[in-house]
């Protein structure tokens, strides 16, 4: 059974960094992509950041200040968020596929946490 946990959200200032953990289990990191996604009040779930199985890391939503990294161990995966903006409150969902390449769409991701909120506020 695949399990995704995801731990780390909360409320930060403007500018604050967060670093989000997943915790997942019941699959590989090496035969399976993962990924950081959010969805924001009234608008669709994006994609955030993914890495695939082959530890290929892309970064679709601000890459100059999210970075996705996985542990070695390979049992977690983590989304780190600096200077923070209030347009970045949304809940983070951590996904992953059945297959080792990511999909292309946010949808297509087949194991999902239950979400963790960040809030950017002052």
């Known amino acids: 059974q695949v399990q995704l946990v995801e731990s780390g959200g909360g409320l930060v200032h403007p500018g604050g960094s967060l670093r989000l953990s997943c915790a997942f289990s019941?699959?590989?990191?090496?035969?399976?992509?993962l990924a950081w996604l959010r969805q924001a009040p009234g608008k669709d779930r994006e994609t955030v950041a993914c890495i695939s199985g082959f530890g290929i890391k892309d970064t679709y939503v601000n890459p100059g200040r999210f970075t996705i990294s996985r542990d070695n161990a390979k049992t977690t995966v983590f989304l780190e968020m600096n200077s923070l903006k209030s347009e970045d409150t949304a809940v983070y969902y951590c996904?992953?596929?059945?297959?080792?390449?990511?999909?292309?769409?946010?949808?297509?991701?087949?194991?999902w946490g239950q979400g963790t909120q960040v809030t950017v506020s002052s």
């Open positions: 019941g699959l590989s990191s090496a035969y399976h992509a």
């Open positions: 996904a992953a596929s059945r297959w080792s390449v990511p999909p292309d769409t946010a949808s297509d991701y087949d194991w």
